[in-house]
């Protein structure tokens, strides 16, 4: 079992910038990578941005240049630093790593104001 505790989010206007953290715990050693997820009202649930324990990156296309995923191995840990943000970036991220099975955060929500 894994478990992850995210931080961060909130209001922001466009053009602002947020910062999301995750915390991992439990049985972390089959952790190879982990990432964020977002949820849009009405939509599914999308790739943000995911991390290798090596620090291989990938982005989706929406947020590529503008959003940046690191990780900490020493403390479990994955941040996503959000920049230049637009509205449609508003959804609930979730943060997700896989460990045998797929695990998700309790979500974090991100609202950007026009």
């Known amino acids: 079992q894994v478990q992850l505790v995210e931080s961060g989010g909130g209001l922001v206007q466009a053009g602002g910038s947020l910062g999301l953290s995750c915390a991992a715990s439990g049985n972390i050693r089959s952790i190879n990578r982990m990432g964020w997820f977002r949820q849009a009202p009405g939509k599914q649930r999308e790739l943000v941005a995911t991390i290798t324990t090596g620090g291989r990156t990938n982005y989706a296309d929406s947020v590529k240049g503008r959003f940046s995923i690191s990780g900490d191995n020493a403390k479990n840990t994955v941040y996503l630093q959000m920049n230049n943000l637009k509205p449609e970036d508003t959804g609930v991220y979730y943060c997700?790593?896989?460990?045998?099975?797929?695990?998700w955060g309790q979500g974090l929500q991100v609202t950007v104001s026009s």
């Open positions: 997700w790593t896989f460990a045998s099975e797929n695990y």
